[in-house]
């Protein structure tokens, strides 16, 4: 096993409706496949006091801001307090948290955003977990998709990690901060309590309470 990528070191999972599934794996990309199914089993849960069904398996907090130009396909649960802005698109098998920011034009597919989470303006993310407050800049994206369609394996620095998937896009642990325009590329993991400078090209796995400024270049916070 590969300590640092291990769910419990990388999140927080009172801050997600998703703690059971993400218990039930050792690494959190073992999720993914496992994502749309959840959301199923458990909106069929939610009291209809606090959720309204906007569609089919669509499940939205009553508290919660969608904006009409929204879209939002199921299965998702848009969770209380989170806002979905001016055309956001949601693909499905997403489920946010609460307290969340969807921004404008931002598109997600096959996540989990846990609560507190930000991904504000024109960011794409797919296939990808990200932890408690964490937050994407502006223009941020992760890929999840290699370009010869092989599957992806996590390359932590010291060995490989085989995957079995075709699409994997970013780990992220609680309190990261990814700059604007930065491309977190198939199968990246960044640590709790890391910054990615803006412009990054970001690949394998990043040290938690680091600074990430480019390929080679890692400091320690302080």
């Known amino acids: 096993m590969f300590e640092p990528a291990l769910v419990k070191n990388l999140y927080d999972l009172s801050h997600t409706a998703a703690k059971p599934l993400l218990e ?10 496992k994502i749309s ?3 199923l089993q458990l909106g069929e849960t939610l009291s209809p006091d606090e959720y309204e069904l906007r569609g089919e398996n669509v499940w939205v907090a009553k508290s919660a801001k969608v904006f009409d130009s929204a879209y939002l396909n199921g299965p998702c649960i848009i969770g209380p307090g989170t806002e979905v802005r001016q ?22 597919k096959n996540v989990i955003i846990f609560d507190n989470v930000e991904v504000p303006h024109y ?3 797919g ?3 990200l932890g408690y407050k964490s937050h994407m800049g502006a223009g941020s994206i992760t890929s999840n998709i290699k370009s010869d369609r092989t599957l992806v394996k996590i390359h932590t ?13 970013a780990m992220l642990g609680d309190h990261v901060e990814v700059g604007c325009n930065s491309v977190l590329n198939p199968g ?30 890692i400091a320690q916070k302080r």
């Open 123 to 125: 960011n794409y993310v």
């Open 188 to 217: 990246t993991i960044v640590g709790r309590g890391t910054n990615i400078y803006p412009l990054s090209m970001v690949r394998g796995y990043i040290p938690a309470n680091s600074i990430y400024k480019r390929l080679g270049e």
């Open 24 to 33: 039930s794996v050792d690494y959190p990309w073992e999720a993914l496949p």
């Open 87 to 108: 055309c956001a698109f949601v693909r499905g098998s997403a489920l946010v948290g609460a307290g969340c920011v969807i921004g404008n034009s931002t598109e997600l």
């Open 127 to 129: 296939d990808s977990i």
């Open 157 to 169: 620095g010291t060995e490989d990690i085989e995957t079995g998937l075709k699409k994997i896009g």
């Open 37 to 39: 199914e959840f959301i």
